[in-house]
């Protein structure tokens, strides 16, 4: 009888456990379980956020998976962020700590469970976690390099419980404290008692001596200038003492080498006009953050809305409070709530500790200095790539706004408009907003009443063109798509099975534009040459 074959794939697990539960449980059971409800939901949103799945419940916690190892660490740290303001603000029998580990792996599809060795390995490194701590794979840890700038200890190879091998791990530090010792933790033989740290600057890794290490390493998406090899300083190494049988004369000591100082990632400043989402006005309004006093915090909404709190008594409490203060906002603002409209803390004292990178925006210009003519009204019946509850929301709210307003389109068929003072504000906090949500740049559908990109009639519409959808260009390649991307007019791009791509650009109609794309695909050497773009869409044939 033959089995059906095993479904495998890569994927990034995370594993979630609640610190010493069973000791919770057993002083008041049902007050435990509530905790515990309320605090696996919280997490669950932060995954949902992210565009991870909870496929499994293992009584005090879970398990996820996620398509990007990215998106798998930067939900980690939102959570722990989480529970650590959550837990500033209880009472002490209400506060809960938790453990996560996470792994890059390959696993079995069992229905909607997983199954395998990443699995398994991810349940290991959440147990040789610290409280409140987040400890990953080397696997993990490789593809997360350059992409977040974080602080990390590396724990060498780990042997843990009914995993024959060692696992290499890292203990990823937790803004605002250093790395706690490890739980369980059964170090490989011959390891060393100071393991070096590795601080991730600009994308460069510098081994540091662990003594040299002062406070913590802050867990942030912030972008930090690379700086050229020559200028990021070794800490000098001290060579051990040799012993010495009984000299005549014995020799005076001679000081080691002085230390050279540690490169560390320079904290970004806190700006207000750097505040993204937010209205031009409304940035005016938080420069009093900047004169503010005592511990403060601000905390920003996708929406645009900002709240912060000042004069606390420290810095926990202000996120907190700024936190609550902007999710009341929220909620009063906002008929439906989704995850991603949930406030974000962006800056702690003077310095920006918000943990997403810049949203994604397309090139300037933003839109073509000439419109489509002549002109198309925007009708909601028959824009591409949204839903029914959209088209409502552009007849009723978007079209009754005088201000100056943009509506954009994105990957995943996200869609977002925005008011604002002018129409370049407008644009900016909507694609601000779009490209926070995808992670690529979306574009301007609508300026105003008037559609200003041009809308393929002849193909279907399957999804919104972003440069990432070309990939392996050579220079003369990805130039010719950052001139298509702040085109106007009718433009094309065709792409051949051999990799090679034609660009057309300003043709005068949809056919034009197309036979265009398919000459230049051909003449630059394509084989089966056909079209993938119009427009700002991604299309297929009728």
């Known amino acids: 009888m033959n089995e059906p074959s095993l479904v495998r794939r890569l994927t990034t697990i995370v594993a979630i456990d609640v610190v010493g539960f069973s000791t919770l449980s057993a002083r008041n059971e049902e007050h435990a379980l509530g905790l515990l409800r309320s605090r696996m939901a919280l997490a669950e949103t932060y995954i949902k956020q992210h565009r991870g799945r909870v496929f499994k419940m293992t009584g005090d916690g879970l398990l996820a998976e996620f398509a990007s190892p990215v998106e798998a660490v930067r939900t980690a740290v939102e959570i722990q962020e989480a529970m650590r303001t959550t837990n500033a603000l209880a009472a002490v029998e209400d506060r809960l700590n938790l453990r996560i580990g996470a792994n890059l792996g390959d696993v079995v599809e069992s229905g909607d469970d997983l199954m395998g060795d990443a699995v398994n390995v991810a349940v290991r490194l959440e147990s040789i976690a610290a409280a409140g701590g987040i400890c990953v794979s080397a696997a993990l840890y490789e593809q997360i390099v350059g992409k977040l700038t974080l602080g990390a200890e590396d724990m060498g190879e780990q042997q843990v419980k009914n995993i024959p091998r060692p696992i290499h791990a890292y203990r990823l530090t937790a803004e605002g404290a250093a790395p706690a010792p490890p739980a369980r933790t059964t170090p490989s033989p011959g390891a060393s008692a100071a393991r070096p740290r590795l601080l991730l600057v600009g994308g460069a890794l510098v081994a540091v001596a662990a003594a040299a290490v002062v406070g913590a390493l802050l867990l942030r998406d912030t972008p930090v200038p690379a700086r050229p090899p020559e200028q990021l300083a070794q800490a000098s190494v001290v060579p051990a003492a040799v012993p010495v049988t009984a000299p005549a004369v014995v020799a005076p000591p001679v000081a080691p080498p002085p230390v050279a100082p540690t490169p560390t990632a320079a904290p970004r400043a806190f700006v207000a006009a750097d505040i993204p989402f937010a209205t031009t006005r409304r940035r005016r309004d938080l420069d009093a953050y900047e004169r503010a006093e005592g511990a403060k915090a601000l905390a920003i909404s996708v929406r645009g809305w900002a709240e912060f709190a000042s ?144 809308t393929p009639q002849k193909f279907r519409i399957v999804e919104v063109f972003t440069p990432q959808d070309l990939a392996g260009l050579d220079p003369a390649q990805q130039e010719a798509i950052e001139r298509y991307l702040v085109a106007d007019d009718w433009r094309a791009i065709a792409v051949a099975r051999n990799g090679r791509i034609g660009v057309a650009i300003g043709s005068a109609s949809e056919d034009a534009a197309v036979e265009t794309a398919l000459r230049e695909c051909a003449r630059a050497g394509g084989s089966e040459c056909a079209v993938s773009t119009v427009g700002p869409f991604l299309v297929t044939r009728n």
């Open 311 to 454: 004069r606390r008594v420290d810095d926990q409490t202000a996120r907190a409070v700024a936190l609550e203060t902007c999710n009341a906002t929220v909620q009063k603002q906002i008929r439906n709530v989704r995850d991603y409209d949930r406030c974000m803390i962006y800056a702690v004292g003077s310095n920006v500790v918000w943990s997403f990178k810049a949203p994604a925006m397309p090139p300037q210009p933003l839109v073509a200095a000439a419109r489509p003519s002549p002109p198309i009204p925007l009708d909601p019946a028959t824009v591409p790539l949204i839903s029914e509850a959209t088209r409502k929301q552009l007849a009723d709210d978007y079209a009754k706004v005088t201000r100056s307003k943009a509506f954009i389109l994105g990957r995943n068929r996200q869609d977002w408009w925005a008011p604002g003072d002018s129409d370049p504000e407008a644009m900016r906090r909507a694609l601000q907003s779009c490209g926070h949500i995808t992670g690529r740049p979306c574009f301007v559908y609508a300026l105003g009443d008037q559609v200003i990109v041009q």
